[in-house]
């Protein structure tokens, strides 16, 4: 009894000492944000440890959480739900069953979880495109890619470009009534990633290019070459995502060496001849003065780790990387950055780069916003920020698509 009274009282210190950790003052619904926070440094710490006593991987743990909100096809009154497979891929189509007029708008929706982790199937996704479909009278569609490490890069993304090209086709189109001048790819986190990139691929494909008529990118992550930008520094610990979570995970999208996640915690694992690629992701460049405070620009340091992974010099894990004759063609663009997260610098950069070549985008900045809100909108959680988040989303396509 003493020995698990002892255990007790040292999680309830450890708790409320993540409890305690700093939480932004302009954050709505503190107390739920900086619990909610707790738990996740909780279950992250719980998984690593589970990693060091060699009972299962750090990824594993977080997967099995998350397959607790893993959800069934339900259909309800105004909405078929069905799951079937595009090329192979698993996917979970909407259907609105009210009868329309004229054809109907498309969203293909790319779920985050930085490449390893997550479902279309998951309660918050099934609920975002349900809301989507019954609010637009759209068909979605949410894709589950193979995810890593058991499919590393480019794995995720070929099954999504293979999804997406699956569904412009014409006969595919008409059988689900979907008007094939008014469909938006979205994606959150690094389904925003995923969304970016193949937009950029197919947008200059004579088959598929004026099907895409706009790209949504929620809180999206654009690159792996600096990960030591302004929102690096500034949102280190999270909330929410912290620093050493994402690397941990997106790290495991390119190998399971445990060299590279240290590597990149210091900056220091991008290859030697990769300079020229920095041009691309200068912050100091691109960022609005507002953002830079008072950091000081380095570039990351150039051949201090001993392997080479091509995929840190590959446009489609960073796409951030393409040139701007490359970006002019690019679609009506929707880009949803939060103040508090450290991917907020990517999106940033991202719309700099496209207005400088001429593409309409709007931007929304959540000034209390954190990353993956969208998670946190259905029972228990119901977070106003990700109800926010979700309607300036539907808005705009609604507006635009």
Known sequence: MGYKTLCFGLLCILLANYIYLPIPENIEERWKVQFLDAGIRM????????????LMKYQDFLSILLRLQLTKPVSDENITVIDTDFSDIPV????????????????????????????????PYDYLNRWTANKLDAVVVGLDYRLAPQHPFPAALEDCVLVIKFFLQDTILQKYGVDPTRICISGDSSGGT?????????????????????????????????IWMPSHRDYEHGPFLSREIGIKLGCLYVTEDTALPQAMQ??????????????FVNWSDFLPEKYKKNHVYTEPSLGKLNAFYPAFVDSRLSPLLVSDSQLQSLPLTYILTCEHDILRDDGLIYITQLRKVGVQVTHDHIE?????????ITVPYNLHLGLRIRDKYISWLEKNL
Request: proline fraction near 5%; charge should be positive; aromatic fraction near 8%.
């Open 43 to 54: 279950l992250s710490f719980m998984a690593k440890m589970f990693e060091n006593m060699g």
């Open 92 to 123: 979970r189509l909407y259907l609105p069953k009210r009868k329309s007029e004229r054809k109907r708008p498309a969203v293909i929706y790319i779920h985050g979880g930085a490449f390893t982790l997550g479902s279309c199937k998951l309660h």
């Open 194 to 226: 995923l969304a970016a990139t193949a937009t950029q691929l197919l947008q200059n494909n004579p088959e598929h290019k004026d099907k895409i008529k706009a790209q949504a990118l929620l809180y999206p992550g654009l690159q792996f070459i600096d």
């Open 266 to 279: 210091k900056n220091e694992h991008m290859p030697k001849g990769s300079r020229h690629l920095f041009k």
């Open 368 to 376: 209390d916003g954190i990353h993956g809100a969208m998670l946190l």
